[in-house]
Each structure stands twice: as C-alpha cells, then as structure tokens.
C-alpha cells in the first residue's frame, strides 16, 4: 500500500495498528514488537484501502459498545484475498473480518473497482484493465 495510504490507516485506527498494549496478552496474541504489521505495513495494494477502512469503522464501532479492542497483526493479500491476522475479536467482530476478506475477492486490489480473482503465477483479484496489464507485463 502507498505510504500516505498506509499512514492514514494508522493514524485513523492507532488501537487497532500501532499502540502497544498496556498490559501485553502474549497468551493469545504475538508480543507487540513482532507483529508484522510494524515492520511491514499493510501488504496490499491500495485498492483495498476502503474495504480495510470500513472494517476498521466497523470493528471500533463494536469496542465502543462493549466488544474487544481488535489488534491486527498482520495485513496482506494472499491468493488473491486479503487476510486481516489480528487477536482479541469477539465472534461479531471475526464475522466483520470475515465479511471484508470475502468482498476483497471481488474488488481490484489496484483500483478498488469490481474485479475478480486472476491467475498468471499468483492468484490475484483484479477488474478486467487491471487483468489486462497483469497479462501484458
Ligand atoms: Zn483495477
């Protein structure tokens, strides 16, 4: 994801992408420094932001009345999905998490239009120009 992209999601949902925990819970989740998320931002393409946005509105929404903090892990596009690794959800919220990983598979993850999953080497969700482009490089 570009950086103004990748920073405004961190600025926008710091609980959920960049705070440290006052009291760590390595019983259920990665200790904070080695959460990939840090290190390696968001491993998606841009098209993805408002779907990742949304779900953040969403999953805050819920801590406010009453579920848990979400803390993401680990965000990335894997055969063609985005995966959204996180701990402390409650069942409501890994049906939000759910929900975004599913709609992912039909939006393009360059341009954020309606696309579908492609193949050349990797599986990929891309609208039918951004297929194009995939297939001529
Ligand atoms: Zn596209």
Not at 81 to 93: M, P, V
Request: glycine share 8%; with cysteine.
């Amino acid at each position: 994801m570009s950086p103004g992209l990748d920073a405004m999601l961190r600025a926008n949902y710091p609980l959920i992408f960049t705070v440290k925990r006052a009291a760590p819970r390595d019983d259920f989740c990665i200790p904070d420094s080695q959460r990939p998320i840090h290190a390696r931002g968001f491993e998606c393409g841009d098209g993805w932001f408002d779907l990742i946005d949304a779900l953040c509105v969403q999953l805050q929404a819920a801590t406010k009345n009453g579920a848990p903090q979400v803390v993401a892990t680990q965000v990335k596009e894997k055969f063609g999905r985005l995966r959204f690794y996180s701990c402390g959800q409650n069942d409501e919220q890994e049906g939000m998490i759910e929900l975004a990983e599913a709609i992912s598979a039909r939006l393009c993850e360059v341009c954020g239009n309606r696309g579908r999953i492609v193949e050349d080497r990797w599986l990929r969700t891309r609208c039918p120009e951004h297929a194009q482009s995939l297939f001529r490089s």
